[in-house]
């Protein structure tokens, strides 16, 4: 059997693992509600559900739903606090944004004692890590964000224009944090738009399970695409950004997901999640119906199903 046929028939296999693993996640939970607080993202299919893995030797598999695109939301936030630590240096972002896992829900007022965001995953703390971004003005900071994300995910990634104008349109809270943000010193512009506007957009990025699971594979291997062998962000800045995964990613279910999953990941409340074993792959599922911690429920439970039963748990 020559070495092409092998990999074929293992991704094969891989495939059909993953397959069986999403029929028992359907099986077994259901629920949920989908994200409601954008008023366009309530519009979405929610039994969609794909699942994507992909190694950092370039071999994807998947099963499912892993063509369907959605938007990235907070899952884009991991990838921009990269790319402001690898663009102006871990030290300057860990001045304005902490890294202490909140305790607190994704739309929590969060500053600490030195007027920092407590963490860059929570939505303070991520517009305040976009605000980072050095730009002449919103349109320019959204063009390196959208660049550096696409070339994290190995192709040009589009805006859902519907989504953002809707978030763009309700973003109060959002304009908030960042007014807050601004007042303690924390966001590095002179205005709320110019960080909450790409910030707006960031979210809004349509992405595929591949793409997530290739964005995840990129930090795994250190910063360097796994297929476009494009070096994306340095081995610090990806090492950084797994660390705070480790600890913050799943808001104020970061504590029970680091114990019973035991991966470096992120949600979006478009129903995304990005995982990562680091040095070996990362994982991307989609399903659109949150839990109360706006996670999602099967996407949640997929990994939980993934690392129990193939022994992903870093501990
Ligand atoms: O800023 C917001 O509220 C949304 N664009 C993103 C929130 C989000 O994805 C929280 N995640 N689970």
């Given amino acids: 059997m020559s070495g092409n046929e092998r990999s074929r028939l293992l991704g094969a296999a891989v495939d059909e693992e993953l397959a069986r693993a999403l029929g028992r996640v359907v099986e077994s939970v259901d629920g949920g509600k989908v994200a409601d607080g954008i008023p366009e993202l309530a519009d979405v299919d929610p039994d969609r559900f794909g699942v994507s893995v992909a190694s950092v030797l370039g071999r994807v598999y998947g099963a499912g739903d892993t063509g369907v695109g959605f938007t990235i939301q907070s899952a884009s936030k991991p990838f921009v606090y990269a790319f402001a630590c690898?663009?102006?240096?871990?030290?300057?972002?860990?001045?304005?944004?902490g890294v202490e896992p909140s305790g607190e829900p994704f739309n929590a007022i969060s500053l600490d004692e030195l007027g920092r965001p407590e963490n860059p995953f929570i939505n303070a703390g991520a517009i305040v890590t976009?605000?980072?971004?050095p730009a002449a003005d919103a349109e320019e900071r959204f063009s390196r964000i959208h660049e550096a994300l696409s070339r994290f995910a190995g192709r040009e990634l589009d805006v859902d224009e519907e989504v953002y104008t809707s978030e763009?349109?309700?973003?109060?809270?959002?304009?908030?944090?960042?007014?807050?943000?601004?007042?303690?010193?924390?966001?590095?512009?002179?205005?709320?738009?110019?960080?909450?506007?790409?910030?707006?957009?960031?979210?809004s990025l349509i992405v595929?399970?591949?793409?997530?699971?290739?964005?995840?594979?990129?930090?795994?291997n250190g910063g360097v695409h796994p297929l476009t062998r494009d070096r994306v962000v340095g081995e610090r800045a990806a090492r950084d950004t797994l660390s705070v995964m480790a600890t913050c990613g799943m808001y104020d279910r970061s504590g029970s997901w680091a114990f019973r999953v035991g991966m470096p990941a992120k949600s979006?409340?478009?129903?995304?999640?990005?995982?990562?074993?680091?040095?070996?792959?990362?994982?991307?599922?989609?399903?659109?119906p949150l839990d109360e911690a706006g996670n999602s429920l099967r996407g949640v439970a997929m990994l939980e199903e993934l690392s129990a039963r193939f022994g992903l748990h870093m501990f």
């Fill in 208 to 220: 595929t399970t591949e793409d997530l699971a290739l964005m995840g594979a990129t930090l795994a």
């Fill in 130 to 133: 976009t605000s980072l971004v």
């Fill in 168 to 203: 763009a349109d309700t973003g109060h809270r959002n304009r908030a944090l960042a007014g807050l943000a601004l007042a303690a010193g924390s966001l590095a512009t002179d205005d709320v738009d110019s960080a909450t506007d790409p910030y707006f957009r960031q979210c």
């Fill in 86 to 97: 690898e663009t102006v240096g871990t030290d300057a972002v860990h001045r304005s944004v």
């Fill in 268 to 288: 979006g409340v478009g129903g995304g999640i990005v995982a990562v074993r680091p040095g070996e792959f990362g994982v991307g599922v989609f399903s659109p």
